[in-house]
């Protein structure tokens, strides 16, 4: 078998055990953890001088950003979601209000409107199924989020997880972007990159 089909295979067995681990948490356990990962954003340099934000749509027990997402609206800054354009382009468009502007996209995710205007946010807020301690991610295994990612190599970029989706080392390929900071409710790890 080649390495890359190695690699895949890994990756995919990983995504099934941490969507497991991660679909076993309790309301109250994903709302308390996602509210002090979310407090912590908040008070990162990152977030503070980014005026355009991309935020992600969580779905399932993913970690909640709508307390970024408020806190954008009320310091007046641009927010962004992320949009699937087709099979392999991901685009950020501006919401102004999450009610009125974000839609049930593919894969049933909440994305902004076609009337949104394309914007290239300065900080992207990069959900992730599984990650490690040197900034590697898994995500659901399309490939945007790394798409995008190369093609914007200048944005900074926040990784959200809950603690138990931090793994020391995880299987990645050529195409995988790291990020340079991970937010958990227990840690912020900053990677030297
Ligand atoms: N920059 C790129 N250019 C072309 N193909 C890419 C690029 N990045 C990733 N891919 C391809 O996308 C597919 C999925 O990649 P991978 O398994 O890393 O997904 P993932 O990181 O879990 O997905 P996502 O980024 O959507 O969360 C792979 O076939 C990979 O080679
Ligand atoms: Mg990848």
Redesign the pocket.
């Known amino acids: 078998m080649h390495d890359e089909d190695m690699i895949?295979r890994r990756?995919q067995e990983l995504?099934r055990y941490m969507l497991n681990l991660r679909n076993s948490l309790s309301r109250e356990e994903m709302v308390k953890a996602s509210s002090i990962i979310q407090e912590k954003v908040l008070e990162t340099d990152e977030f503070n001088s980014s005026s355009i934000v991309g935020l992600y749509s969580p779905i399932g027990s993913e970690v909640d950003t709508s307390t970024l997402a408020k806190r954008l609206i009320e310091s007046c800054r641009v927010l962004a979601y992320p949009r699937i354009e087709d099979k392999y382009t991901m685009v950020f468009a501006r919401v102004r209000d999450p009610v009125i502007d974000l839609t049930l996209g593919r894969y049933g995710i909440l994305e902004p409107l076609d009337s949104c205007e394309m914007v290239k946010p300065d900080l992207i807020i990069v959900p992730?199924?599984v990650w490690d301690e040197h900034g590697y991610?898994?995500?659901?295994?399309?490939?945007?989020?790394?798409?995008y990612l190369?093609r914007n190599p200048d944005a900074a970029m926040i990784g959200l997880a809950y603690d138990f989706q931090v793994l020391s080392s995880i299987p990645h390929?050529e195409?995988?972007v790291r990020v340079k900071l991970i937010v958990t409710e227990r840690r912020s790890i900053r990677i030297k990159i």
């Not at 991610?137 to 798409?147: H, L, Q, S, T, V």
């Open positions: 895949s990756k995504r992730g199924l991610r898994i995500g659901y295994g399309k490939g945007y989020y790394d798409r190369r390929s195409m995988d």
